[in-house]
């Protein structure tokens, strides 16, 4: 299948559903979608998107960024959209980093292991991810997460979701890297070097720019290993920390399985 949606002013649409399980299915495709911000969609994106009839959409972006780059919905649009409460905002880690690094590779780099060992605990990202969870279970309907750059976030959560569904891990993997796509890189990276710049009033080189826009495997495998040292393992994580207990599992199965 076909996963990249081709958006003017939406990066790193894709689907990452249709993957086989260990069950012997395979999971839907058309009813998982992931993205970065939509505060750039033009008219024609909104159109696009309107065509894939998602019911629900979230947010994982905090109150600041969302009231930075406020998301466009398609005209009508009348799916639920989750998101962070605004009591819930917290300091952005990933802009105060850039005020105080050096903006080299190296940094950015360690910035992100950290991020990705912390994640997962953050008590607004176990709110959203237990409401995204819980939607689910409920939707009738496809369901679409992102958040800025649709990478970090939203590719944890994406990979929680291959797991829980039982996607084999090499493949939950290789959805992830899919962020990596030369072309994307190409086509943004003026733009973020531009952002990056503009948030520490100097211009990162362009080998650093390239590691903010990716993702590693090893940040992924911090994040996992961090959640099995807590909790003994992804599924002790999802039920304790997420509430995502036998019923709701089943019924998110019985939704996206095939």
């Known amino acids: 299948m076909t996963r990249r949606v081709a958006l003017e002013g939406v990066d790193n649409f894709r689907d990452f559903g249709d993957y086989a399980t260990a069950s ?14 939509h505060g750039r969609a033009t008219d024609a994106d ?10 629900v959409i979230v947010d994982l972006r905090r109150a600041t960024e969302q009231a930075r780059d406020p998301s466009r919905r398609p005209a009508g649009f009348a799916g639920a959209v989750i998101t962070s409460p605004t009591a819930m905002t917290v300091e952005d880690g990933w802009i105060n980093h850039i005020q105080g ?12 292991v950290t991020y990705y060992r912390d994640a997962p605990f953050d008590p607004r990202h176990i709110d ?24 970090d976030r ?10 829980l569904l039982g996607v084999h891990p090499d493949d939950a993997l290789a959805d992830y890297l899919l962020t990596n796509d030369p072309d994307r890189i190409e086509r943004r990276l003026q733009v973020v070097t ?8 100097r211009a990162p080189s362009e080998g650093a720019v390239r ?31 997420l509430g995502v207990d036998a019923a709701q599992r089943q019924a998110i199965a019985a939704r996206l399985l095939e």
Do not use: N
């Not at 299915?25 to 911000?37: C, E, K, N, P």
């Not at 696009?48 to 019911?55: E, G, Y």
């Not at 409401?131 to 990478?151: M, N, Q, S, T, W």
């Open 24 to 37: 012997g299915g395979r999971l839907r495709g058309r009813r998982l979608y992931r993205s970065a911000t």
């Open 46 to 55: 909104l159109a696009k998107i309107a065509a894939l009839d998602i019911a």
């Open 101 to 112: 690094s050096d903006l080299s590779a190296d940094a950015f780099r360690k910035y992100m």
């Open 128 to 151: 959203l991810f237990a409401r995204y969870f819980k939607a689910l279970a409920e939707a009738d309907g496809p369901v679409l997460i992102h958040c800025a750059a649709g990478k």
């Open 154 to 163: 939203t590719g944890i959560l994406a990979a929680l979701t291959h797991h």
């Open 194 to 201: 531009e952002t990056i710049a503009g948030f520490a009033g």
């Open 211 to 241: 590691v903010a826009m990716a993702v590693e495997p090893h940040y992924l495998d911090t994040a996992f290993g961090e959640i099995k040292s807590r909790f003994g393992g992804l599924d002790g994580y999802l039920g304790q920390a």
